[in-house]
């Protein structure tokens, strides 16, 4: 028996990438990478995933199925 793939989140940045026009892909990763460097700048540790990003576990337990 196969596994379906876990469905697609449409804020995943993958997802997002893939589906914007050419043009503004190169805008959309500099601002992704400046979201990155603030959350990482937040000089907090030990926030769990979840917190910030709401529904994390799902997608995380749903890929972690389908390789079993």
Do not use: C, H
């Not at 914007?20 to 460097?37: K, T, V, W």
């Amino acid at each position: 028996m196969t596994a379906a793939p876990p469905p697609e989140v449409p804020e995943d940045p993958v997802v997002i990438l893939r589906d914007l026009p050419e043009g503004e892909r190169d805008d959309f990763l500099a601002q992704y990478r400046e979201a990155l460097e603030t959350a990482r700048d937040r000089g907090e540790s030990g926030i769990p995933a979840e917190k910030v990003f709401p529904g994390w576990n799902e997608p995380i337990a749903a890929a972690r199925a389908a390789r079993a």
